[in-house]
């Protein structure tokens, strides 16, 4: 089958590679309806994680089960699933408190941008729907996957609440549903940091009511002018660089929670401004998991719709451009037909 394989900086193939197979019990092997490239496939594609053997590419991914080990007793052949990018038993310590990305056994998914997946610790990891959902849906099922959990745990661990008034700085696919988890979630104020007119007009649909398009000291005085000089209740801290780690705690008010997902590169905290500025930070990948049933259940009713975030679809032998497109920011999020 085909499979993508990243050799090195800005060297990403679609390459022919071997078909996953059960390789212990508890595997599934999944068809997958649908794949796409994550805004963290940027990281290790621009060289800012070093590469030194090829990786097989991709980590979300929903679709049909092709088989299973003789230990898995939740899912069966023919049945739709999605599954987080965190491997998970769901019944560890860890799990059993929320925080599936940590699992004991955790592993991260790696291999999806391709026809066919292993899953590992399918009956902790997978979530199957009631019935086979109709095709139109396939892309928002995807990014329960990932990017909508990812957004939606930014928005748990900041804290949102009815009524309370959000800040998102990044306004990659993750920021935008940040923006999504935010309104589902009963924000009255949803303010989205973005300079660029498609991100912003999404973050519109999605639930934001303000947009500020300055950035560093410019952005945090925006944010303290609109929130009568108070700043936000939660932010939601969706890039992973120190501009943007900066940009969100000075955005937030004290007493404030910042949500961070952005895997962060070259971050650095002072522990006496910390202190002193008394917000409170929770990141990390995100225990998306926890979250997987009600997400997906909001897609099935047409309540929500992540799937808008993919603003270009390519077959998978194009993988390549996608990534290009999306480190040039042509894309917000590139799905990919397998
Ligand atoms: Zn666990």
Wanted: aromatic share 6%; hydrophobic share 40%; with cysteine.
């Amino acid at each position: 089958m085909l499979g993508t394989m990243l050799y090195g900086p800005r060297d990403v193939r679609c390459e022919e590679v071997p078909e996953p197979k059960i390789l212990k019990d508890t595997d599934a092997i999944i068809r997958l309806s649908a794949t796409c490239i994550c805004g963290s496939d940027l990281w290790p594609f621009r060289g800012a994680n070093a590469v030194t053997a090829p990786m097989a590419m991709g980590h979300e991914y929903c679709g049909i089960v092709e088989a299973v080990g003789s230990a898995v007793k939740t899912v069966r052949p023919g049945q739709f699933v999605v599954g987080s990018f965190c491997i998970s038993d769901n019944t560890c310590p860890h799990c059993r408190f929320g925080f599936q990305s940590s699992c004991e056994q955790r592993e991260f998914m790696s291999g999806a941008q391709a026809p066919l997946a292993r899953v590992p610790l399918a009956d902790g990891t997978l979530v199957a729907t009631p019935e086979i959902p109709p095709d139109d849906l396939i892309p928002s099922l995807l990014a329960t996957s990932d990017v909508l959990g990812t957004g939606w745990y930014a928005a748990d661990a900041a804290r949102v609440q009815e009524g309370s008034t959000v800040a998102v700085v990044g306004d990659g696919a993750v920021g935008l549903m940040g923006v999504l988890a935010a309104k589902q979630m009963g924000a009255a104020r949803i303010i989205a940091m973005s300079r660029h007119k498609t991100r912003q007009d999404l973050a519109l649909e999605y639930g934001a009511t303000d947009i500020v398009s300055e950035r560093g000291e410019a952005g945090v005085a925006r944010i303290k002018e609109l929130t009568g000089g108070v700043g936000a209740d939660s932010v939601l801290e969706c890039v992973g660089s120190q501009e943007s780690m900066t940009q969100a705690l000075q955005s937030a008010r004290p007493g404030a929670m910042i949500g961070y997902v952005g895997v962060p590169h070259g971050v650095t905290f002072d522990g006496q401004q910390l202190f002193f500025s008394q917000r409170g930070l929770m990141g990390g990948p995100a225990p998306v998991r926890r979250f997987l049933p009600h997400l997906m259940e909001l897609v099935i009713e047409r309540r929500i719709n992540p799937g808008k975030v993919f603003d270009l679809a390519l077959p998978l032998a194009d993988v390549a451009e996608g990534y290009k497109a999306m480190d040039e920011r042509r894309a917000i999020k590139v799905l990919l037909r397998v």
